[in-house]
């Protein structure tokens, strides 16, 4: 009330003084009153009634201008108590809004798409730069699919590379920063305890603070497809109402350059392996892994029979994420002998234009296993004395761990079991491309399901 009442005061003191300046003006202005010297009167003639009218219509044309003026610096006055911020109230302190988050709870109404978050996991890599330009350039609406990069270990360097992004990401960190207690005989694996707290933490926040209902996890040393955020755009729905169906992951296991078809880019699978390196999860999903969530190797721990349950994930035929992260806790564990040869795709599928039902668990067997097992068994040295192109799927037979080993060694495919689930394995079947030739490396048409003393 104060500063309005001097607003008013100031407005009207101006007001008056300028008026009473304006009389003077008008009075000693040279011609605005006749001089009694001048050569238009004679001396001692008075003024005219002309000349007083033409007087007193210059004061009022002043006085409306001056009227105007006075309006305006009342208006002017309004307006600035409008755009003055209130005080801050005392309020508890609420985390802040990632971008794009639109509502508490964001859910997207009927006929738009749904809002995914990424939740990008960073450590100690500057290289995150990498990951970061990729998923910016490719993202197709930054309200749709926000980035979230949740920081683990504190690095100063990695920290300013994801400051430099400002608004467009919303940078987290995660504030237990000690080490970990771990058993003696693990003393050399603290990294993985921590990494284990931070996708704790980090999926967290994400479900349970920000409260989004699904999100897609990479970690700081992945490269991302230009179909990306349309892949998981597409098969999102497939999670949704498939309960056979846990996860869907960008990655092949087996996808390097010579062990898939690159112009079959639009194949999608499904696998009893959990992929990992580039994943959707659903928030059904965390509520179900959070209270039983893993001190360390939380990968494969979900590759777990209790956790994985009997379902699958989705997983494309050519990878939609690719590792440039040589170094890191494993200390580069396959990077030289697999990964860095991932075939990452280059070409733009639309799969939210495709029907994607065949990937349903029903119809997926019912023509992925007449696929498999109609196809004429072969030898390994008949495979591999082939050329291969342009002739028909093929099927290799394994019947034990040690033949499935052999035959993935010899073929250049990924040879290890986790719970007796081979990478990129469904119903034990393993698909991919040798010399050209489509492949079903495959248990016998009686097979009852894994076991878990393979691995």
């Known amino acids: 009330m104060l500063k309005k009442s001097s607003l008013a005061l100031l407005g009207a003191a101006l007001f008056l003084a300028w008026n009473g300046l304006l009389l003077l003006f008008l009075w000693s202005r040279p011609g605005s009153l006749p001089s009694p010297q001048s050569p238009q009167f004679p001396p001692g003639s008075r003024l005219l009634p002309a000349q007083l009218l033409q007087l007193a219509q210059d004061a009022e044309a002043e006085l409306r201008l001056q009227r105007e003026l006075l309006l305006q610096i009342q208006r002017l006055g309004r307006l600035q108590r409008q755009k003055t911020p209130k005080p ?44 970061l330009d990729k998923i910016l350039r490719y993202r197709p609406s930054a309200r749709r699919f926000p980035v979230i990069v949740s920081q683990d270990c504190g ?23 000690s080490d970990v207690p771990v058993p003696p005989e693990h003393r050399k694996f603290q990294g993985y ?32 497809a230009p179909d990306f955020f ?9 999670l949704e109402r498939d309960p056979s169906l846990w996860c869907a992951s960008a990655w092949n296991d087996n996808g390097k350059e010579g062990l898939v078809d690159a112009g079959r880019a639009e194949l999608l699978y499904r696998t009893d392996f959990f992929p990992g390196l580039g994943w959707l999860l659903l928030a059904e999903l965390w509520d179900e892994l ?130 007796g689930v081979p990478r990129a394995g469904y119903r034990g079947i393993v698909s991919f491309v040798c010399r050209g030739r489509r492949v079903f490396l495959a248990p016998p048409s009686d097979w009852t399901g894994y076991d878990p003393s393979w691995s």
């Open 230 to 238: 349309e892949y998981f755009q597409a098969v999102l729905p497939l």
């Open 290 to 419: 959070e209270p039983k969530w893993p001190p360390a190797f939380w990968d494969d721990w979900m590759r777990q029979p209790e956790q994985r349950r009997g379902r699958a994930c989705v997983r494309p035929e050519v990878s939609r994420t690719m590792t440039f992260g040589r170094k890191g806790v494993s200390h580069g564990q396959f990077f030289d002998q697999y990964l860095k040869f991932i075939k990452l795709n280059d070409r733009f599928v639309p799969f939210t234009q495709m029907d994607l039902s065949y990937l349903k668990k029903d119809e997926y067997e019912r023509f992925f296993l007449q696929q498999v097992y109609s196809a004429p068994e072969i030898h390994l040295e008949e495979l591999q004395k082939d050329s291969g192109r342009d002739l028909g799927a093929v099927r290799l037979q394994y019947r034990g761990r040690d033949s499935f080993k052999a035959l993935a060694k010899a073929l250049g495919l990924m040879d290890d079991l986790k719970s």
């Open 193 to 224: 305890y921590k990494i284990s707290r931070h996708y704790r933490w980090a999926l967290g926040q994400v479900f349970r603070t920000f409260r989004y209902r699904a999100a897609i996890v990479v970690e700081d040393d992945l490269e991302v």
């Open 88 to 131: 801050p109230q005392k309020t508890p302190q609420k985390t802040p809004k990632p971008p794009g988050k639109a509502a508490e709870t964001p859910a997207a109404t009927p006929g738009e798409p749904p809002v995914i978050p990424v939740l990008v996991l960073a450590c100690d890599r500057s290289s995150v730069r990498r990951c």
């Open 155 to 177: 690095h100063a360097e990695t920290a300013a590379v994801i400051a430099s992004y400002g608004p467009a990401v919303a940078h987290i960190r995660q504030p237990d920063l």
